[in-house]
């Protein structure tokens, strides 16, 4: 057990960022807030230090990390190379929720990329995270701040539920406002390819770079298995200890089909997630509300998945509305139930 010490950023910024530096400097970890989520951070450049990553998460071995950065000067540390439209989307979308898969420096340790000769770079726009990296003055490596499989920390009270004794120091700075997880956006091919969907969709990359791609597997929403793009797809993820079923389909099909399931199961035991506007529907039965739009839904998810298990449910009915909330939080949502979706259409 390591005693873990919380320091609030909001009431003493500097004590945050002095004791935050020193420690990744001593090659240890902190957990620190990020605009996605909370990373758990440790020097990118130290073998040692990386390992206590995937010790302190459980995190598989061949799960590569993101390397996330305070300037632009410091790609080059990361990178063997930049290609040009790499740069065009870090010009155009840093700092921000995007990180870019570029062919790794001989600086940064195997471990950091889990073997690969790839890494992941991010500039992150939450001004606290990169003043810690600054002041670090190395670039940080960072998974998000959760036990591996687990909904991913939004607050700082997640990341200490999940890793309080195992850190030394978690830097509590609020609720991240993004929510889900950076946009990975493989640049080492011909094509830009997305990995992982987020804030930063298709649609604006392609404004910026031309054609961008989806990845395949990110179309048939099926878990991806065996060698993948991007390791971090293959595992189940964001699960909450419920059952948790994703509806989808015409918006009164997918009522009739949650109302019937709900009322035919144990009292207290089972909630409704969905959109603020869709809440009345369901009249008395327990929602937990989701927000009033898809960037609602993407800062709410993973903290309703906590709630849920906190308030000890059993079974979690899920109204999707892919338009409304995005390619991100459908991602997320059908991992997290373990690809448990029904097309409510397809049983009218
Ligand atoms: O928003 C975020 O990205 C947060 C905050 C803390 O920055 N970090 C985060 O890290 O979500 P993590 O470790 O939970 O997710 C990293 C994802 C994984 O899916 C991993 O497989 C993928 O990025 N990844 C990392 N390096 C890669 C590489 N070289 N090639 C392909 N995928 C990579
Ligand atoms: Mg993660």
């Not at 929720?97 to 889990?114: D, M, W, Y």
């Not at 929510?179 to 969709?201: A, F, K, N, Q, Y």
């Not at 079923?245 to 909630?271: H, N």
Request: glycine share 8%; proline share 7%.
């Amino acid at each position: 057990m390591i005693p873990t010490k919380l320091i609030f950023a909001a009431r003493d910024r500097e004590a945050a960022l002095a004791e935050g530096a020193a420690l990744l400097a001593q090659d240890e970890l902190v957990v620190f807030p990020t605009e996605t989520v909370y990373g758990l951070g440790a020097n990118a450049l130290r073998t040692q230090a990386v390992s206590k990553i995937f010790t302190a998460k459980g995190r598989p071995q061949d799960n590569p990390l993101i390397v996330h950065i305070a300037q632009m000067d410091q790609m080059e540390m990361v990178a063997r190379e930049v290609p040009e439209f790499a740069r065009k989307a870090a010009q155009e979308f840093w700092p921000g929720p995007l990180s870019i898969i570029l062919p790794k420096s001989e600086r940064i340790p195997e471990n950091v990329s889990a073997g690969l000769c790839t890494v992941a770079v991010r500039m992150p726009a939450h001004p606290f995270a990169r003043d810690l990296i600054a002041r670090a003055g190395v670039p940080v490596a960072a998974p998000s701040a959760n036990t591996s499989g687990k909904p991913s920390p939004t607050q700082a009270r997640h990341a200490f539920e999940d890793l309080c004794g195992r850190v030394p120091l978690i830097i509590d700075d609020g609720a991240c406002a993004v929510g889900v997880e950076s946009t990975v956006l493989d640049c080492t091919g011909e094509v830009p390819i997305i990995l992982r969907p987020g804030h930063i969709t298709q649609q604006m990359l392609e404004k910026v770079l031309g054609q961008v791609k989806l990845h395949p597997s990110l179309l048939t929403n099926e878990a991806a298995q065996g060698k993948v793009a991007s390791p971090g797809m293959k595992y189940r993820h964001y699960a909450p200890k419920a059952k948790l079923i994703v509806f989808t389909g015409e918006k009164k099909a997918i009522e009739k089909r949650i109302i019937s399931m709900y009322d035919g199961y144990d009292i207290g035991q089972c909630a409704i997630l969905c959109l603020d506007a869709y809440a009345p529907d369901y009249e008395l039965r327990r929602i937990i509300a989701l927000g009033e739009d898809g960037k609602g839904a993407q800062a709410r998810l993973f903290a309703a998945l906590r709630e849920a298990d906190e308030q000890g449910l059993e079974l979690l009915l899920f109204h999707a509305d892919p338009m409304q909330m995005g390619l991100a939080v459908m991602n997320r949502i059908a991992k997290a139930s373990g690809n448990t979706l029904v097309d409510c259409d397809a049983q009218k």
